[in-house]
């Protein structure tokens, strides 16, 4: 992904729902850049190609969450402190989500002030605009958040994918009217879903997915399969409506725990 830097369109509104409609969802992460962001920040870039990072550029008293560990570099008029996205009540469903009971805030105490952030392993960053629809998080896949954003926690709908699917029982879920940059493994695979329809993925290779997607769990069946086919007891089940990014290569935390 080339770098973009954001620029204010007054019909981005228009735009946005147009292509949402009738674009990919890959188009949609990559016109973003261009048109959206400059409602929540001076400026916005994704550079590199091996292991991308996202500079951000914010005005003075503009925010921006980042997961723990992400924030690689920022200049002198960058504030941070440890917060807890909702409050003390969210700390405990946060804990058990994998990602940490706080994420780092940043703040900008001066206009222009720039922060670097990063997913710390090789693969592709993407951002989404959340008026399109709220998205759901796997482990290790947000990675930041701009603008007037809800990071909520959410379990996974049946008990099944709860304690079997790869992902945790507990998913991070974004929604509001803001931005969220997401890392993928390797490189993203778009699949849309029709109501009904249904996708198998290999645990670990799930990444992010659209807010009213059901997600399950399915054994793959036979011993032989279990014991010599790779990818373990169970594959993960996603049914439609909705859309969702898979990831080429798993994330090292699903690696080690199949």
């Known amino acids: 992904m080339s770098e973009h830097m954001a620029t204010r ?7 946005a729902s147009k292509r949402a409609a009738s674009g990919s969802v890959m188009e949609a992460f ?6 959206e962001l400059s ?7 994704v550079d590199g190609v091996i292991a991308q990072t996202v500079s951000v550029e914010l005005e003075q008293g503009q925010t921006l969450w980042c997961a723990r560990g992400s924030l690689l570099a920022y200049d002198a008029g960058i504030d941070w402190k440890l917060k807890v996205p909702g409050g003390v009540g969210k700390a ?4 058990l989500s994998g990602e940490g009971a706080s994420l780092t805030h940043v703040t900008a105490r001066q206009g222009g002030a720039s922060a ?4 710390n392993q090789a693969g592709r ?11 759901v998080c796997t482990p290790g896949s947000f990675v930041a958040a701009l603008g007037d954003v809800d990071i909520d926690v959410t379990t996974a709908k049946r008990a099944g994918a709860a304690f079997f699917g790869g992902a945790g029982v507990f998913l991070q879920r974004l929604s509001g009217n803001g931005i969220a940059v997401v890392h993928g493994s390797g490189d993203f695979i778009e699949r849309r879903l029709d109501a009904g329809e249904k996708l198998l993925v290999s645990t ?11 997600y399950n769990i399915r054994g793959v069946g036979g011993c032989i399969k279990s014991i010599f ?22 994330e090292r935390s699903s690696e080690s725990s199949d």
């Open 229 to 250: 086919g790779g990818e373990g007891l169970f594959m993960t089940e996603l049914a439609g409506p909705g859309w969702v990014m898979l990831q080429t290569m798993k």
């Open 92 to 95: 405990a469903s946060r804990m």
């Open 204 to 214: 670990g290779n799930l990444s992010v997915f659209s807010g009213d997607v059901d």
């Open 9 to 15: 369109n007054p019909n981005s509104d228009q735009l």
């Open 116 to 119: 670097v952030i990063g997913a």
């Open 30 to 35: 990559q016109t973003l850049e261009r048109e």
């Open 125 to 135: 960053l993407a951002t989404w605009d959340l008026r399109r629809g709220p998205i």
């Open 39 to 45: 409602r929540y920040c001076r400026s916005i870039s």
